[in-house]
């Protein structure tokens, strides 16, 4: 396979998950012995990199949409590095950058491909000049989940040869070693004979921590010994307020909440299985990926890309978002039989190890950009 010069740009204002998609995809590039610049507004809101990832080259862009004046530095900058580093492939993950460089190319015919990343939940606006961009300017577009394609081709009449289904990859998870598992539950004061479900995720009703806690009175009439744990930061909600509505159901006392969690693989180490309740977004999921990588059975809502991952009866359950009835009852299935866990948890660490992989991941990318490059 040929060396690619690769740009991948994107203007995010925090670290969410659109960031941690260019980043692990421009990563894993790299790591593929690809030449790989990630040029980024601002790189304050990146994590620590881990490694090894080849020789991934991240620098900042004094970029501002509302300043033409930056405009003008940030496309001399990007001309430059296009002409010397001989860019064959422009990927944006934003819709800032998305505008800026479809323009650029027409303007100046640049002799680059565009490709478009985006994992918005929302959908594409259908006007005259987003069906031009999308369908004119724009190479190829790639979308983390299977609805997002299917918004492609019926809100801007995409054709569906340009529209590349791509999930997020994610690196393999060590199996568990069981005295670490212990000693964290001795560390958040877990009686080894109680069962855990576990919850993930910024605190923010989008992501339906009050159906998961209503779901746990319901649970806890047929399984008194089962712990819920919450882990995130505050957001637009806030853990005192998830705390008051846990105490006037009477099971505040059968939950943990950690607040944000830097050791995700230890703490989804000691859950007896993971769940996602989401009612909107999810179009990475990226932590619903790790509760598989970790071999857990997983219970989702059906939002977005969350079905893209679960198997129903296989590796977990699915459930209709903003229902605790029904989450109940999935929870409850699953903590009654410790051998149906175990089998659809190793399911789940199969579905990742075979389709998730970042060396995955890299491969269905370049062969997006191989097919522009062959034309």
């Not at 304050?44 to 930056?70: C, E, H, T, V």
């Not at 565009?114 to 994992?119: A, D, E, H, K």
Request: proline residues 4%; charged residues 25%; contains cysteine.
């Amino acid at each position: 396979m040929p060396r690619l010069n690769i740009l991948h740009l994107a203007d995010f204002r925090w670290y969410n998950a659109t960031a941690h998609y260019a980043l692990t995809v421009a990563q894993a590039l790299s790591q593929k012995g690809h030449n790989v610049f990630l040029g980024l507004a601002s790189a304050r809101n990146l994590p620590a990199l881990g490694g090894p990832f080849g020789k991934l080259q991240i620098f900042n862009l004094d970029y501002n949409m509302y300043d033409p004046a930056s405009m003008v530095r940030s496309a001399t900058v990007m001309s430059k590095l296009i002409q010397s580093a001989r860019i064959q492939i422009v990927n944006v993950h934003t819709a800032g950058f998305h505008v800026w460089v479809a323009l650029a190319k027409k303007l100046k015919n640049m002799e680059v491909k565009l490709v478009r990343t985006r994992g918005e939940a929302y959908p594409p606006k259908r006007n005259p000049f987003n069906m031009y961009l999308y369908s004119g300017l724009t190479d190829q577009i790639i979308v983390p989940a299977r609805i997002l394609a299917e918004r492609y081709a019926e809100e801007l009449g995409v054709e569906c040869e340009k529209i590349n289904h791509i999930p997020l990859g994610i690196r393999y998870f060590s199996m568990s070693d069981q005295r670490k598992v212990q000693a964290w539950k001795e560390k958040l004061g877990m009686k080894p004979e109680e069962k855990i479900v576990g919850m993930v995720g910024r605190l923010s009703p989008v992501k339906g921590h009050v159906y998961f806690i209503q779901s746990a009175e319901l649970v806890l009439d047929k399984d008194p010994l089962t712990k819920f744990i919450i882990a995130g930061q505050d957001a637009q909600i806030s853990q005192a307020r998830l705390k008051r509505i846990a105490y006037r159901l009477g099971v505040l006392d059968r939950f943990v909440f950690l607040g944000k969690v830097r050791e995700i693989e230890q703490l989804t180490s000691i859950f007896d299985l993971g769940v996602i309740c989401s009612v909107g977004s999810e179009t990475i999921c990226r932590v619903l990926q790790e509760f598989m990588a970790a071999g857990k059975p997983v219970i989702g809502t059906r939002v977005n890309g969350i079905p893209d991952f679960i198997e129903p009866q296989k590796n977990g359950y699915l459930v209709e978002p903003a229902d605790s009835q029904q989450l109940a009852c999935a929870i409850t299935r699953l903590l009654n039989d410790a051998e149906l866990r175990e089998r659809m948890g190793n399911y789940s660490r199969t579905i990742i190890q075979n389709e998730y992989s970042l060396d995955k991941f890299a491969e269905r990318t370049l062969k997006v950009y191989l097919k522009l490059l062959e034309k």
